[in-house]
């Protein structure tokens, strides 16, 4: 399996912005759909926004979250990317990035996670 290692998490005041990063190491991103994840201590993890090997297809979560995040793919960095805009407490998490499953496996091993806290 291929390594993630996400970054860009921090503190920010409601209203903020955070840019996370996810860097790719062990397999080609542009094999696979990716997406963002996210999770709350005693919750599962959930999906927060997919996007397809090319781009073209893009998903998010919530309308909520479809209006104030961006989720960006670099192959030829073997990067992936969440703008995240106007940040609301809700969204306080450990955010993980790894192929978008869709019901099947995960093609890359899970990260160490980047923390978002926002502060109201």
């Known amino acids: 399996q291929g390594q993630l290692d996400e970054s860009g998490g921090g503190l920010v005041q409601a209203g903020g912005s955070l840019r996370l990063s996810c860097a790719a190491s062990?397999?080609?991103?542009?094999?696979?759909?990716m997406a963002w994840y996210r999770q709350v201590p005693g919750k599962e993890r959930e999906i927060v926004a997919s996007?397809?090997?090319?781009?073209?297809?893009?998903?998010y979560a919530t309308y909520s979250v479809k209006h104030r995040f961006t989720i960006i793919r670099d192959n030829d960095k073997n990067a992936l990317y969440l703008q995240m805009n106007s940040l609301e407490p809700e969204g306080t998490a450990m955010y993980y990035c790894?192929?978008?499953?869709?019901?099947?496996?995960?093609?890359?091993?899970w990260g160490p996670g980047t923390q978002v806290a926002v502060s109201s």
């Open positions: 062990g397999r080609n991103i542009s094999d696979y759909n």
């Open positions: 790894n192929s978008d499953h869709d019901g099947g496996p995960y093609y890359f091993s």
């Open positions: 996007i397809s090997w090319s781009g073209a297809n893009i998903n």
